[in-house]
T-cell receptor, first 113, second 112 residues
Framework: EADIYQTPRYLVIGTGKKITLECSQT?????MYWYQQDPGMELHLIHY???????EKGDLSSESTVSRIRTEHFPLTLESARPSHTSQYLC????????????FGSGTQLSVL | DQQVKQNSPSLSVQEGRISILNCDYT??????FLWYKKYPAEGPTFLIS?????DKNEDGRFTVFLNKSAKHLSLHIVPSQPGDSAVYFC???????????FGKGTLLTVNP
């Protein structure tokens, strides 16, 4: 069982609000990722980090930002939420064992009204 | 342009029968391949993987087959159970790239 946690599980918020989605893992993994997924669509990589103070944008452009100040913590922030940000946000980590198996959190379902 | 394609959005099978889910990829540099299972409003959970040096990997009721020349992999579930009903994602990665690329998923429904 993977030890990676996301909070909140569900978030309904009004347009223009600033939000932070939390992600923590206790496995000591260097690599962490944020994916965004809509129903019936693939998971799109929006941010990743290969270690502390290392963050990169993913394949899908996103208005969100991330930080990696501690190995175990990889929060995602939206400065001003919009209805187009409504989606499921999935955090994952990897130990880099060669097959890049990702362990996912339970996800945050974000709805922006 | 999609690098990983799961052309069947859905599949329905009878309990006890075999479920076969398919995945095609375009990048010959991919050298490891994974299947994930996902329930609504949950994160994906890892099922089974295979590296490019193999053509088959088995774990209990789940078997993954890889055909590198055809850039095709498949997941077989035998026998299928109602608890297997979920969305199944194929994912690939390779080289110095530590990122996985996912398909759109196939919704499997196993009917009692």
């Amino acid at each position: 069982e993977a030890d990676i946690y996301q909070t909140p599980r569900y978030l309904v918020i009004g347009t223009g609000k600033k939000i932070t989605l939390e992600c923590s893992q206790t496995m000591g993994h260097d690599k962490m990722y944020w994916y965004q997924q809509d129903p019936g669509m693939e998971l799109h990589l929006i941010h990743y980090s290969y270690g502390v103070n290392s963050t990169e944008k993913g394949d899908l452009s996103s208005e969100s930002t991330v930080s990696r100040i501690r190995t175990e913590h990889f929060p995602l922030t939206l400065e001003s939420a919009r209805p187009s940000h409504t989606s499921q946000y999935l955090c994952a980590s990897s130990g880099g064992g060669g097959d890049e198996k990702l362990f996912f959190g339970s996800g945050t379902q974000l709805s922006v009204l | 342009d999609q690098q990983v394609k799961q052309n069947s959005p859905s599949l329905s099978v009878q309990e006890g029968r075999i479920s076969i889910l398919n995945c095609d990829y375009t990048n010959s540099m991919f050298d490891y391949f994974l299947w994930y299972k996902k329930y609504p409003a949950e994160g994906p959970t890892f099922l089974i993987s295979i590296s490019s040096i193999k053509d088959k990997n088995e774990d209990g009721r789940f078997t993954v087959f890889l055909n590198k020349s055809a850039k095709h992999l498949s997941l077989h579930i035998v026998p299928s159970q109602p608890g297997d009903s979920a969305v199944y994602f194929c994912a690939t990665g390779g080289g110095s790239n530590y990122k996985l690329t996912f398909g759109k998923g196939t919704l499997l429904t196993v009917n009692p």
